[in-house]
């Protein structure tokens, strides 16, 4: 089962960091005033995102 979202369907809270599918690669990104962003530029084409995962113990 995957753990990827479609954004179509919900997108995650503003601010929080997640793994985004950008077209043809995984990065990190986040919503900040309705746009997918990275910290540094605007994504314009993510289909999915999923939570991260929890950090190592």
Do not use: C, Q, Y
């Not at 089962?1 to 990190?28: Q, Y």
């Amino acid at each position: 089962m995957s753990n990827w979202i479609d954004a179509k369907d919900r997108l995650p809270e503003e601010n929080t960091p997640v793994l985004v599918w950008n077209k043809d690669a995984v990065d990190i990104g986040l919503i900040r005033d309705w746009r997918w962003r990275d910290f540094s530029e605007v994504f314009r084409h993510v289909t999915h995102w999923m939570p991260l995962p929890e950090p190592p113990d």
